[in-house]
């Protein structure tokens, strides 16, 4: 634990408790600064007595001023954490870091202790699950909405949360294609839909032609690519973005860190 003690928020309206808000609460507790390795490992957690666990919440940890803040609709115990998760086999510099983070962060999972297969394909389910899981709220349960989608696969809550939210679409026929390997153009697609549904708009949606292949980039992922492109989110090899390529799940975890990044959320 490193935050400076754990914090219980209670407040009341005459003499009855107050624990839901329509709207979400920004909370700041202090954070211990000689206790605190990486400041964005840190995450805040609510205490949950029915599991007798602490869960995630999220929230953006700030060094300098030594504070750890976060947002919740419900008051409860609250304390911040830092885990600490390291991938021997992801040795990229420009890549490791924050590969690490978002594991430590519980976004991303590895293939097995210590290995993460950085190289290794990510599939749509799996993306969806990483942005669902960004934004620590509660999942919906699956009522089958896509017809390839398992009730009881592990994914299916994520997939069926992603799709409420509006994060995702099928490829349809009522199909989903859970386990197709994930194209970058896609990648950038999904990533543009969370910063849209956490910020409720859109960027200048105008496309420069930045890229050679340009003409490759499908018309409904246009306006994503440009905005991943320009916001640094994601880049290109050579002048192409290669929308197509399968993205590895190091790319994916790239784009994942740097969006909450340019949001603020991390």
Request: glycine content about 10%.
């Amino acid at each position: 634990r490193v935050s400076s003690g754990v914090y219980d928020f209670t407040i009341t309206a005459g003499d009855r408790p107050v624990t839901e808000f329509a709207s979400q609460l920004i909370v700041t507790i202090p954070l211990d600064r000689n206790k605190t390795g990486n400041a964005k490992r840190v995450i805040a957690c609510v205490y949950d007595e029915a599991s007798g666990s602490w869960q995630p919440v999220g929230g953006v940890a700030d060094e300098l001023k030594g504070t750890v803040t976060f947002g919740t609709g419900h008051f409860s115990t609250y304390a911040a954490f830092e885990k600490d998760i390291r991938f021997d086999d992801v040795t990229s510099s420009w890549a490791k870091e924050k590969v690490e983070i978002l594991a430590s962060r519980g976004l991303i999972n590895g293939t097995e202790e210590g290995v993460y297969n950085p190289e290794g394909s990510i599939t749509r389910a799996e993306f969806a699950a990483m942005l669902v899981r960004s934004l620590y709220g509660r999942l919906s349960k699956s009522k089958g909405i896509f017809a390839d989608v398992n009730v009881d696969s592990w994914y299916a809550d994520y997939v069926e949360t992603a799709y409420e939210l509006g994060l995702v679409n099928g490829m349809g026929g009522n199909s989903f294609s859970p386990d197709a390997r994930i194209s970058r153009e896609q990648l950038a697609v999904l990533a543009y839909r969370l910063y849209q549904y956490k910020n409720g708009k859109s960027m200048d949606e105008s496309f420069n032609n930045i890229f050679a292949d340009y003409q490759d980039i499908s018309d409904y992922a246009k306006a994503a690519v440009y905005f991943a492109a320009r916001t640094d989110i994601m880049a290109g090899s050579g002048g192409r973005f290669e929308p197509k390529r399968s993205a590895t799940r190091q790319e994916a975890a790239v784009v994942l860190y740097r969006l909450l990044e340019y949001m603020g959320d991390l």
